[in-house]
Nanobody, 120 residues
Framework: QVQLVESGGGLVQPGGSLRLSCTAS????????MGWYRQAPGKEREFVAS???????NYADSVKGRFTISRDNAKNTVYLQMSSLKAEDTAVYYC??????????????WGQGTQVTVSS
């Protein structure tokens, strides 16, 4: 099994910054796309950002210009640098990754989530 663990969440003031990390571990042969999603109370989980193995990125309109996704392939880690945070960014943030296991199986894995709260 492959485990994905997020870290870096917490409480931040509006206008502040926060960086999330997510590291995959286990029987991994390779990782293709990686991404971040978020879910606020009473709302559906929504796409935030994604990055391919080659470094191409995609962002939700709501975070463009404020968030930056990056990855370190050697560490099997994806990051989300969040700036100019707003109250509406408050949510549980989940990372995901398209995993190619050593066995050859391919699937999308999800982390357990990390809470980001933007409040004064």
């Amino acid at each position: 099994q492959v485990q994905l663990v997020e870290s870096g969440g917490g409480l931040v003031q509006p206008g502040g910054s926060l960086r999330l990390s997510c590291t995959a571990s286990g029987s991994i042969f390779s990782i293709n796309d990686m991404g971040w999603y978020r879910q606020a109370p009473g709302k559906e989980r929504e796409f935030v950002a994604s990055i391919t193995s080659g470094g191409s990125t995609n962002y939700a309109d709501s975070v463009k210009g404020r968030f930056t996704i990056s990855r370190d392939n050697a560490k099997n880690t994806v990051y989300l640098q969040m700036s100019s945070l707003k109250a509406e960014d408050t949510a549980v943030y989940y990372c995901n990754a398209y995993i190619v296991a050593i066995s050859g199986s391919q699937y999308v894995g999800w982390g357990q989530g990390t809470q980001v709260t933007v409040s004064s």
